[in-house]
């Protein structure tokens, strides 16, 4: 836990998005493992939110699958069901397999039951066993716990043959299980399908040997669940013998182990022995028992509810600030630093967007190509301070057209370009015009410029639609400068613009328009 936290120090020092998200996700495995519910929040939501944006789905997955279980030990079914749907929907459409759609697909069916949605968890509980079947996986670990759970939620929908085909196809896996309370379960589990299914025979005799596997120190929650469900089946059955024998047990084990989950399941069990055969005085103290420790099972509900709402908040507020940062940096990383117009990398990057963006929805991709007539000229007679201010000043011009649809970025020297995306031909020609009308309106002197002794620019225009031709930027930004090298050898000072006359079939004819301005 201490690595991780220096990765995410170190991650967030070097605006390392993916490197903290995957450090959160691991540090919310990690309190998951130690049973830290108040950890598996905080950092399981960190990590879903950083997560999002950076293509890595396995990771993402695996955090929106830890932040529905802490949402479903929250009490909150339908967050959970929420986070554990978008892991479902993610290592789907990414055909993530392996141990991550196994979970996810677990919790799913898991996140059902607690909405009693029976026939749901009955599908997931099956797609987790069919992919385990297609990967030939040898973790029979795994197949019993998968298989018991199918087998309970088939048990829920009142499905016992179903049930009990289950669980007797596991009989030949269960001396390969290393994890002993999974064999115990099967018994408990095998048992109650039993006795429903009125082989009161069976029952017992699947009941006798639990008893003997019993583990003495560990008790998963589903064993606490399986007991309670059994000893209420063998009082029905007025199975005293039985029946003692689990009170006996989930008595010693409330002893050592003080939590109320622990003495609440045995003064339930207790209440409903003694009530069952008669002894009314201890029943009635064990009530009395059961109903005080429901009130504190309560209040620290409660309590727990209010402690993972504060760190909700905080981490809510803690993943705004580091994505404003985060992003902050981002946005100033992309820009060239004496203009503010996007760098070459982050006009790559957001061309590529605006291309896949026009071809989806058929519009048509602009370029604006510009060049400051005579500025090597300038900077030598007016030295490169001044030539450094006209960059500025050309600059300021074209952020003053940057929209959603229209970007800008310093090509390099004293070159510019712009990529607009849905514009029609005439607007993308305007957003040129505004740019040299603004730059001849500043008046700054060039005496080397014929044109007036002033600065002006050379502009080549073009709005293309997406075909095999024109699907990249460097396709689309050759256009543009051939209609920049036809205004500079038409005598600078001009805008204009390339059409082709067959749109961008091989044989179209290409001609120059000039704009006027």
């Known amino acids: 836990m201490r690595e991780l936290k220096r990765l995410i120090r170190e991650g967030k020092r070097a605006n390392d998005l993916l490197l903290v998200g995957a450090a959160y996700c691991r540090l919310a495995e990690i309190c998951n493992d130690a049973d830290d519910l108040p950890g ?7 990590a879903v939110t950083l997560l999002q944006d950076t293509g890595e789905y396995e990771l993402l997955a695996k955090s929106c699958s830890a932040l529905g279980y802490a949402y479903t030990h929250q009490g909150n079914n339908q967050m959970a069901l929420f986070y554990d749907e978008r892991a479902y929907s993610i290592v789907k459409k990414h055909r993530i397999r392996g141990q991550t759609r196994l979970a996810v697909m677990n919790n799913l069916a898991t996140g059902y039951r607690a909405l009693e949605e029976t026939q749901k968890s009955i599908r997931y509980g099956n797609e987790c066993l069919d992919l385990l079947r297609k990967e030939q996986c040898e973790d029979y670990d795994d197949l019993v716990m998968y298989s018991l759970n199918l087998a309970e939620y088939y048990k829920d929908n009142g499905e016992l043959k179903i049930a009990m085909e289950i669980l007797k196809s596991l009989s030949a896996y269960l001396e390969k299980v290393e994890y002993s309370p999974f064999v115990c379960d099967y018994y408990l589990r095998s048992a109650i399908v039993s006795y429903l299914s009125e082989d009161v025979t069976a029952g017992n005799s699947y009941m006798d040997t639990a008893f003997t596997l019993i583990p003495e120190k560990t008790y998963p929650l589903p064993l606490y669940d399986d007991l309670h469900e059994v000893s209420r089946l063998l009082l029905n059955h007025r199975d005293r013998e ?8 989930m008595t010693i084990y409330a002893e050592k182990n003080p939590g109320t989950l622990e003495q609440l399941f045995a003064a339930s069990m207790m209440a409903n022995y003694y009530n069952t055969f008669a002894e009314y005085q201890l029943a009635s103290e064990y009530f009395a028992k059961y109903e005080a420790l ?5 209040r620290e509900q409660k309590e727990m509810q209010m402690t993972l709402h504060r760190i909700t908040q905080k981490t809510e507020t803690e993943v705004r600030k580091l994505r404003r940062r985060i992003q902050e940096s981002e946005a100033l990383a992309s820009l060239e630093p004496m203009t503010k117009l996007l760098n070459r990398s982050a006009l790559l990057r957001i061309s590529s967007e605006f291309i896949e963006s026009a071809a989806k929805k058929k519009q048509k991709v602009g370029a604006v190509f510009i060049d400051i007539d005579f500025f090597k000229e300038c900077n030598d007679t007016y030295g490169h301070a001044k030539g450094d201010e006209i960059i500025r000043e ?10 959603a649809n229209i970007r800008f970025a310093r090509y390099g020297g004293d070159e510019f370009f712009g990529i607009t995306k849905g514009l029609t031909d005439d607007q993308v020609c305007e957003v040129a015009r505004r740019i040299c009308q603004i730059i001849r309106n500043a008046d700054i002197p060039n005496a080397n410029n014929p ?17 095999a031709r024109t699907d990249t930027i460097l396709e689309i930004a050759n256009y543009a400068d051939k209609a920049l090298y036809h205004a500079k050898n038409a005598g600078k000072n001009m805008i204009f613009e390339l059409f082709r006359s067959d749109g961008e079939a091989k044989n179209a004819e290409t001609s120059y328009i000039k704009i006027d301005f």
């Open 40 to 46: 598996v929040l905080a950092n399981s939501m960190k």
């Open 242 to 249: 039985r029946a003692k024998t689990i009170l006996d047990i």
């Open 294 to 298: 429901k009130e504190r099972q309560e």
């Open 394 to 403: 050309v600059a300021r011009a074209c952020r003053k057209q940057e929209t």
């Open 451 to 467: 044109a007036g002794g002033r600065i002006t620019l050379s502009v080549g225009v073009v709005n293309v639609p997406i075909t």
